[in-house]
């Protein structure tokens, strides 16, 4: 028992075992680091590393099993909603701490829960004033069909009203579908002046080459980085196109070079990192600095400390919102550059705080 | 006219371009024994598809006790008492003898005969636990025939019964359904002439769809246009 | 106009990719009875065949012609240490191509690594069509598609061994009475339906993503295409795909893409039922 | 058959036994460890006792144990609904039963039988998963519904809550007992010869007089009745309902697991589930990214090993031992 | 031309044929008579090798088939026409007459041999026709044309007079004998039939229990008593 024990949960196989490899390694790098410097308290970091398969029953006998027969201090991991679920049914029920690092829908609301990465109006309320004014005053919506491009549009219905711009058109497509020109056809007769694109995972790399395909000239909203430009998507696809993200690689500031600079001498110099990477890095690190300064492993202890501590993480100083657990992120909207991988930061929002009005802890 | 069970009347098919059956009559009184020759691809197993209502015919009618039958769905049919033994002989290959007899007792209304009795009809009591697909072909037939029996039909068609039987079984077979003939009425179709010599009833004779002769045997065996077209002459 | 024949042809992309993806799933499954849940993969491989050939420095064209033989390779190697002991246990073959398909997946991303894999097509652009202006890729998939159904349609029908084929999947055993070496011929059509799936596979690899798991996005599809237009007819095939790839295109158009989704299966479910042999056969049961 | 059965409740009673001495070496993590494999093993016999009877198998099993679980997740959740774990219970097997009673209607009816079958059944999962992603404002979307309460009832006054482990180890266990001993029961006696006889001929079963879609029909509905009150265990154990609950990759995992245990002998099956599931998260730990090679290559080789799955251990282990005992 | 020596073979643990030694010359009919389960089906789907036999050989001239598949078997010149006559239902007849000639693909020149329609007009006029939709007689000339189409040295007919007509069961008890002799066939025939067997056979061998328990001529066979001995129950 002299080590502190995190446990991972983490789709290492399964659809989106990409974005899980570069989460685990930002992990690993985090661990890494702290154990480098004295782990926690004086404890080695131990990390407990599981796939939960991007399924319910997996992710519910990993959290089970990472909780009961290895008794980890702190669960962390997880990308997509069904596995925060099934991660957070156990959790929340063995009151055992959770941080989860990707950017989500939100209406969560648990003590134990804590999310390091950002919630729609986060990223959309401050950029949609600005994609009026830059990118023009019509948008046309196609979606993965599930909650959080949902919950996006709401946000950026509301948030692009209010800046004088509207919505054209919105559609929702199937996971797995494998042909997505009906959509095109459809932007071709509404002509809107944006497309906003929150198809994601593998489907976002059919609809991607299929979208440079049909020829569309319109500026391009797609929830890409530069993890997934560079291993799922064909040279330059993405080149041009715009994204809301907390964090990205071309943030010049010390923290990040060293960030990247350490990610990559440890995985490949040919690496890169994203946002959910990133929020996982910054989740360990945070748990790490709370634990620390309350003296104690105790979840309820760790809590108390977190809102108090403030850490350096690559995209600027980050902190826990003490009334509903999430992390005041900061904003940017990235814009591809021509190699279609890296991004150029088109704008700083800053930090911008979590609102929740369904969550008051 | 009370004893009539099944009466065809006028019976035309069509498959497609093709005249199956043509003006057909057919009247089984109760209890009585007949039987249906005739080459082959005359119609004959259509006919009794017609007959149990399997198909509907493209014109005329067939009732079964005084109602129309086409069309009602099989297990209705054989509980109204219409039992079937298949041409090619349908078995249960993977149960056994006796489930084989089960089932089909359980389908009837109201079986009377117990298991054991049927197997000694049909000789297979010492193969009773044999799954059914192993039998060699001729026992297949007796099976079939037994099963039929367990449903306690008022009418029994089959088509073919002895085909693969040896003379003596084919025999034996005459010989049983002669003895059965007092409880229900039969119906067969057969192309071994000894074993409707054996049965030695009213028999229809059809070519080509329609009726060609119809009479008791020893009229039939005679008749020289029958011996022309099925028969044959030695 | 415009509206009618983008409409058009978008549906056609889909019902080709659809038809290439069911006929090699119409000869295993289909004509041959194989329930083989790693016919998904064999569409995988004549990806990833492109994905290979692109990477090292060779043309989209000859990856093209490399997959349908990677596909091949792959189905003649399943054929031979599996699927031909299995013929009579359809359960079995059922619980091994699952197995399969996973050593395949897992294969892929042990050899090339996590992660989708980058295509790039051999064409960029658009076609002008008078009507439309078209990518012209799609237009060069829906012609390749075509030519290989000509092709399957034209092997099954005219030549002996499309004969051969068709006797044995009506009566094996008597087949073999006959002469005809049933285990060769089966191996034959089970490489050919790989081969097949493979080129499918090509074709896709620079619309739709490429990566170790695509395979299941295609085999549902595949297996209701199959069934919808009628087990073990060519043309029930081509039927099937033109009803699910047609409607799903056009009702994409009008409602959102997911109910589309069920309204097609629903659609499909019912025309089963009315037409339990598949779309294509006169009669019914 | 007589010997057949007497193996069989053999081995079922081995089974119970070995189920009761668990909790006394187990704690309570690995109690609910095999609860939820035990649950999942209620699945497969279900999928079993249709598929394993009739020859029909169906691709979209999973449908009927989502649907179990999100009926049950919407009355449980829901605070104005009293007796709500009963309810919930009853409701899932009833909606299950009810969606199973329509599609079989179609279906059986229509006359369509085996591969066709199968497939459409595979459409009806993947439009269930689907609906419940969309529908997001009753099913709560791909995230799903949490926070379900576990089961709690009273019988005649005696308060049950399966809030803690052991109980609901017990609980599950007994129900699964009851299910699976029923289920062989009724596919063991006369029931289970007749759709065994219509899987051989349906025309010549017809033609005895038994009515062939109305008999498969009330089989599909009773096995999807049971993969729904699985479905609702399970939702209430986990405390959570989500999308593939009811997807194409459970009702393949579930035929797996039926194949594994033995297809028509309904024990085979659960101890399939609980098998391949443990083998599946323990493989997994071991090497998290190597185990779906390993999980492949242990089904083709049961395939060849073990074709009619881990039951037939004990037959040939038997019939190794007689043989020897001849050979003396 | 034809030899098995010691054939015995059994379905699963049920032995079925004990030691059967037969030989047939080329030119000759061999009736085979046995009553009900016998194993007479079961001896020609050894020969034919649609079942493995458990012990014996089977020979064919100076080949040894023994353990040759069946379509190796096929294309050495035995040809099987089976009880229930095997046609392919979905094929034409003429397809079906193709087929036939797979056997004769090392051997002949891979045509239909024209003399068959000699012997079965009606294949000729129907040679369009689905196989499927002939009647029984019909099915049976064809599954008869169609073995011949292989061009066998051996023809292994299994009760051909099943269903069919009386005066087409006549015709069939004339037309094997002469194919055997117009073609130097050795043909082994199995039937219930014995108007057809003694008019047909040159010798006649009968089964029981797998195993030939008796050999003679047709004209002995024609003593009611012997034959009531040999197949009655
Ligand atoms: N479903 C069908 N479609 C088309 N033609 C059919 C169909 N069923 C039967 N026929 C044709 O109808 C005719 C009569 O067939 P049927 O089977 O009744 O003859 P049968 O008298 O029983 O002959 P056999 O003695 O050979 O059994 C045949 O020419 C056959 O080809
Ligand atoms: N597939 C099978 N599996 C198991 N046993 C079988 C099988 N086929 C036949 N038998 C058994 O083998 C024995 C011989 O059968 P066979 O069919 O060779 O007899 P036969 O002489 O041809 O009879 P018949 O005159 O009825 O055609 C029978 O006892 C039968 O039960
Ligand atoms: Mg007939
Ligand atoms: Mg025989």
């Known amino acids: 028992a002299d080590t502190v024990k995190v446990g991972l949960s983490i789709p290492i196989t399964g659809l989106q075992a990409i974005l899980g490899e570069t989460l685990l390694n930002c992990y690993k790098l985090a661990a890494a680091e702290l154990n480098a410097a004295n782990g926690i308290g004086g404890r080695q970091v131990e990390l407990f590393i599981e796939d939960n398969q991007t399924t319910t029953k997996g992710a519910i006998d990993k959290a089970r099993k990472l909780i009961n027969e290895d008794k980890v201090d702190v669960i962390m991991g997880t990308i997509i909603s069904p596995e925060r679920s099934a991660t957070l049914s156990v959790t929340a029920k063995a009151k055992k701490l959770f941080f989860y690092p990707t950017n989500f829908e939100g209406g969560e609301c648990n003590r134990y829960f804590v999310a390091t990465g950002p919630i729609p109006m986060q990223q959309v309320d401050p950029m949609m004033p600005w994609v009026a004014e830059n990118l023009g005053k019509t948008i046309y919506v196609m979606a993965s069909d599930y909650a959080w491009p949902q919950k996006m549009t709401e946000a950026i219905t509301a948030a692009y009203e209010k800046a004088g711009g509207k919505i054209i058109g919105a559609d929702y497509y199937p996971f797995g579908t494998t042909d997505f020109g009906p959509a095109f056809q459809k932007i071709k007769s509404l002509k809107p002046d944006v497309v906003w694109s929150m198809v994601v995972g593998n489907d976002a790399v059919t609809q991607l080459k299929q979208y440079r395909s049909f020829d569309i000239k319109q500026p391009l909203i797609a929830p890409l980085d530069e993890v997934f430009n560079k291993d799922a998507l064909p040279a330059g696809v993405a080149a041009g196109t715009y994204a809301p993200q907390p964090y990205w690689m071309a943030l010049d500031n010390p923290v990040n070079k060293k960030f990247i600079s350490s990610f990559r001498e440890k995985f490949g110099q040919e690496k890169m990192v994203n946002g959910i990477g990133e929020a996982g890095y910054n989740g360990l690190h945070l748990y790490a600095l709370a634990a620390e300064k309350a003296g104690s492993l105790k979840d309820d202890d760790v809590l108390a400390a977190l809102p108090s501590i403030e850490f350096d993480a690559p995209q600027g100083k980050i902190r826990v919102d003490a009334t509903n657990n999430h992390t005041l992120c900061h904003s940017y909207v990235g814009k591809a550059v021509a190699d279609g991988i890296g991004y150029e930061i088109a704008r700083d929002f800053g930090v911008i705080a979590p609102v929740t009005p369904y969550c008051k802890l | 006219m009370s004893d009539v069970l099944l009466q065809a009347e006028n019976v035309g098919i069509r498959f497609g371009g093709l005249q199956a059956l043509e003006a057909l009559d057919l009247t089984v009184r109760d209890k009585e024994l007949c039987c249906i020759i005739g080459p082959n691809g005359a119609g004959k197993s259509t006919f009794l598809n017609v007959l149990t209502g399997t198909l509907r015919p493209t014109s005329g009618s067939v009732r079964f006790r005084g109602r129309d039958i086409a069309g009602l769905p099989l297990h209705r049919i054989a509980r109204l008492g219409i039992a079937r033994k298949f041409q090619i002989p349908s078995v249960f290959p993977s149960l056994s003898v006796e489930d084989n007899l089960k089932v089909a007792r359980w389908g009837a209304p109201s079986p009377v005969r117990p298991v054991a009795e049927l197997l000694e009809l049909v000789a297979l009591t010492n193969r009773a636990a044999t799954l059914a697909g192993e039998l060699a072909h001729g026992q297949k037939q007796w099976l079939e025939i037994g099963m039929a029996l367990a449903i306690e039909p008022r009418l029994l068609l089959l088509d073919e019964p002895t085909a693969g039987m040896t003379p003596q079984e084919t025999l034996a077979t005459a010989e049983m359904l002669l003895r059965l003939k007092g409880e229900f009425s039969i119906v067969a179709v057969e192309h071994d002439i000894r074993f409707v010599r054996a049965l030695n009833c009213e028999t229809l004779v059809l070519h080509q769809g329609r009726r060609l002769r119809s009479g008791p045997f020893h009229d039939i065996e005679t008749d020289e246009m029958v011996r022309d077209v099925y028969l044959g002459r030695r | 106009m415009d509206f009618v024949v983008t409409t058009l042809l978008n549906a056609l992309t889909l019902i080709s990719i659809l038809m290439l993806v069911g006929l090699g799933l119409a000869i295993s499954f289909g004509l041959m009875n194989v329930t083989n849940l790693a016919h998904g993969e064999f569409v995988t491989v004549g990806a990833f065949a492109v994905y290979f050939v692109q990477s090292m420095g060779g043309s989209f064209w000859l990856g093209l012609a490399a997959a349908p033989i990677a596909g091949a390779v792959v189905g003649c190697i399943l054929e031979f240490a599996i699927i031909r002991h299995l013929y009579s246990r359809p359960v079995s073959t059922v619980l091994a191509t699952w197995g399969v398909s996973l050593i395949l997946q897992q294969g892929l991303e042990l050899t090339f690594g996590l992660g989708a894999k980058p295509v790039t097509p051999p064409i960029e652009g658009t076609l002008d069509l008078v009507f439309t202006v078209y990518p012209a890729y799609r237009l060069i998939l829906i012609a390749i598609a075509a030519l290989t159904l000509l092709g399957v349609v034209l092997l099954i029908s005219r030549t002996s061994f499309g004969l051969d084929i068709r006797t044995v999947i009506q009566n094996r055993e008597m087949a073999e009475g006959v002469g005809i070496n049933t285990r060769r011929t089966y191996a034959i059509a089970f490489t050919f339906g790989a081969a097949i799936a493979g080129l499918a596979g090509g074709l896709v690899a620079p619309l739709a993503i490429v990566l170790p798991q695509m395979g299941v996005n295609y085999l549902a599809n595949a297996f209701f295409v199959v069934i919808v237009g009628g087990v073990g007819s060519i043309g029930g095939l081509v039927a099937g795909s033109v009803f699910v790839g047609g409607l799903t295109s056009v009702l994409n158009y009008q409602i959102s893409p997911s109910l589309a989704q069920a309204i097609v299966l629903l659609a499909a479910i019912v025309a089963v039922r009315l037409?339990?042999?598949?779309?294509?056969?006169?009669?019914s049961r | 058959m007589i010997a057949r059965d007497r193996n069989w409740l053999l081995i079922f009673v081995v089974c119970v036994a070995l189920a009761i001495l668990y909790p006394f070496i187990a704690d309570g993590y690995q109690l609910t460890v095999i609860r939820d494999a035990l649950i999942f093993g209620l699945f497969a016999a279900s999928l079993?006792?249709?598929?394993?009877?009739?020859?029909?198998?169906?691709?979209?099993?999973?449908?009927?144990?989502?649907?179990?679980?999100?009926i049950m997740a919407l009355v449980t959740l829901n605070d104005a609904i009293p007796f709500a774990s009963l309810l919930g219970l009853a409701g899932a097997v009833a909606g299950a039963a009810f969606v199973a009673a329509i599609i079989g209607y179609f279906l059986f009816f229509g006359g369509i039988r085996g591969s066709y079958f199968t497939i459409v059944t595979l459409a009806m999962g993947v439009i269930c998963q689907q609906a419940a992603v969309s529908w997001s404002s009753v099913t709560g979307g791909d995230s799903g519904l949490i926070g379900i309460p576990p089961i709690e009832f009273d019988v005649a006054g005696l308060p049950v809550d399966l809030s803690q482990d052991l109980p609901s180890y017990i609980f599950v266990s007994a129900i699964v007992a009851v299910a699976v001993l029923a289920l062989w029961s009724i596919s063991r006696g006369r029931w289970g010869t007749v759709l065994t006889a219509i899987q051989d001929n349906e025309v010549r079963a017809a033609a005895l007089g038994h009515n062939a879609p109305l008999r498969l029909l009330v089989t599909f509905v009773l096995s999807a009745a049971i993969a729904g009150l699985a479905g609702a265990l399970y939702v209430c154990m986990a405390g959570l309902v989500a999308p593939d609950l009811s997807g194409l990759l459970l009702s393949t995992e579930v035929i797996v697991w039926v194949a594994v245990g033995g297809r028509g002998t309904l024990l085979g099956p659960v101890l399939g589930a609980i098998f391949i599931q443990r083998a599946q998260q323990t493989i997994s730990s071991f090497n998290p990214s190597l185990w779906p090679l390993l999980l492949g290559c242990v089904f083709v080789v049961i395939v060849f090993v073990l074709p009619d799955g881990i039951l037939s251990i004990y037959a040939r282990l038997k019939s190794l031992f007689k043989g020897r005992r001849r050979a003396q | 031309m034809l030899r098995t020596?010691?054939?015995?073979?059994?379905?699963?643990?049920?032995?079925?044929?004990?030691?059967?030694?037969?030989?047939v010359a080329p030119g000759e009919v061999v009736g085979l008579l046995g009553r009900n389960g016998a194993g007479k089906t079961t001896l020609l789907r050894v020969i034919a090798g649609a079942l493995r036999a458990s012990g014996g050989a089977v020979v064919l001239g100076d080949q040894d088939l023994t353990n040759a598949p069946a379509f190796r078997r096929a294309r050495a010149?035995?040809?099987?026409?089976?009880?229930?006559?095997?046609?392919?239902?979905?094929?034409?007849?003429?397809?079906?007459?193709?087929v036939g000639t797979r056997a004769a693909k090392e051997r002949g020149d891979g045509g239909i041999p024209t003399d068959i329609f000699g012997y079965f007009p009606i294949l000729r006029e129907r040679e369009a026709q689905v196989?499927?939709?002939?009647?029984?007689?019909?099915?049976?000339?064809l599954a008869i044309g169609r073995a011949l189409c292989g061009l066998p040295s051996v023809l292994l007919l299994d009760e051909p007079s099943e269903g069919i007509q009386p005066n087409i069961v006549q015709s069939i008890a004339e037309l094997v004998p002469r194919i055997a002799r117009e073609r130097g066939i050795a043909i082994v025939l199995v039937e219930q039939n014995l108007d057809l067997v003694l008019k047909a056979a040159d010798r006649c061998l009968v089964m029981e229990k797998g195993r030939i328990v008796h050999e003679g001529a047709p004209e002995a066979f024609a003593d009611e008593t012997l034959l009531k001995d040999l197949l009655a129950l």
């Open chain 3, 275 to 283: 037409r339990p042999n598949g779309l294509f056969n006169g009669a």
């Open chain 5, 131 to 141: 196989a499927g939709t002939l009647s029984g007689g019909q099915q049976q000339m």
């Open chain 5, 5 to 23: 020596l010691a054939i015995s073979a059994g379905y699963g643990l049920l032995p079925v044929l004990n030691g059967i030694d037969l030989s």
């Open chain 4, 48 to 70: 079993d006792f249709f598929w394993g009877r009739t020859g029909i198998l169906c691709f979209g099993h999973a449908a009927f144990f989502g649907i179990g679980g999100y």
């Open chain 5, 77 to 98: 010149g035995i040809a099987h026409v089976p009880q229930g006559r095997g046609i392919f239902n979905q094929l034409t007849v003429r397809q079906n007459l193709e």
